[in-house]
């Protein structure tokens, strides 16, 4: 009975201690579930707290960006209204969009309307043809003169005067030669005609030249700008579909929020980059209406 006891009691021992260490293993695994589950929500509360704050601190520059922006706006406002010479204090009125411009012709075309509509291009045929006249008008002077006139003189008849010609009118018929002494002041005279009228040419020939290279170099200028428009669109676009993925995926992970945030101002990047590449086409525009002479309020 004490053998059969004692084995008895060591087998519930060895039970006991088994059910200890089952206890104590559950006991172990249990309390290690909960620590990892909250150390992972606490470190995702962290992080959302620092995207938070991280954005404030983001619209805070911004905004001080955009006051800067605001206050140099108002400064230009008044320099361009004392340019126009009018209130200084009138607002001006920008669009909210910016378009392109149309250009005035074909980009063919361009070349030859330049040429022949270039005010600089009428002036300096005008003046050579001003000089053509001075050199004929100093070659007639250097000629002899020869006039011939009628004088006329009416008399009236007078009692008492005995005179043949009393009371009968006088024709008298004029003639005269006027020979030019100083000839070489009207040789000198033509000579600088001549050499105006070569002045006025090279001029011309020179001013065409003009022309063409700054035809030639705001082409490519507007070739370029258009491409770039283009290229800044389809840019944007995507990387605006590239924002809305990134969202959606910080939405329900809460992680990526530097790519987000780089990606937003991508888009902003390209944005602005859109902006200038239209401000470069419409300014090539106008330099092309300039060349040519040629805007739409005198088309109309």
């Not at 990134?246 to 390209?270: C, H, I, N, P, S």
């Not at 239209?278 to 088309?299: F, G, H, P, Q």
Request: no cysteine; charged share 20%.
């Amino acid at each position: 009975m004490n053998s059969t006891s004692g084995g008895n009691i060591n087998a519930s021992g060895s039970g006991m201690s088994g059910m200890n260490s089952t206890q104590s293993g559950t006991a172990s695994v249990a309390g290690n579930m909960p620590a990892t589950t909250m150390s992972s929500g606490m470190g995702n509360k962290a992080t959302g707290l620092q995207d938070v704050l991280r954005v404030k601190m983001e619209i805070l520059e911004l905004q001080n960006k955009l006051a800067i922006l605001d206050d140099q706006r108002k400064t230009t406002e008044i320099a361009f209204n004392s340019l126009l010479n009018r209130d200084k204090n009138i607002s001006v009125v920008i669009n909210d969009s910016l378009e392109i411009e149309s250009l005035p012709a074909e980009k063919l075309a361009i070349a030859d309307s330049i040429l022949a509509n270039n005010p600089m291009l009428a002036m300096l045929e005008s003046e050579v043809s001003s000089y053509e006249m001075m050199e004929q008008k100093a070659k007639k002077m250097g000629l002899p003169m020869v006039g011939v006139g009628l004088n006329y003189m009416i008399n009236q008849k007078r009692e008492g005067n005995t005179f043949m010609m009393n009371g009968n009118d006088m024709v008298m018929p004029m003639f005269s030669v006027s020979i030019p002494i100083y000839r070489k002041k009207y040789d000198a005279m033509q000579k600088e005609a001549q050499l105006m009228q070569e002045a006025g040419k090279q001029q011309t020939i020179s001013l065409q030249n003009n022309l063409q290279v700054q035809y030639r170099s705001f082409v490519p200028n507007l070739d370029d700008a258009e491409r770039r428009v283009i290229l800044y669109n389809q840019q944007e676009e995507l990387a605006r579909k590239t924002t809305d993925l990134l969202l959606a995926g910080f939405a329900t992970t809460g992680t990526d929020y530097e790519e987000v945030l780089r990606m937003q101002y991508k888009v902003l990047d390209y944005g602005f980059k859109r902006v200038e590449a239209i401000t470069d086409y419409n300014t090539s525009v106008a330099m092309a209406e300039k060349l040519m002479n040629s805007t739409k309020n005198n088309s109309k």
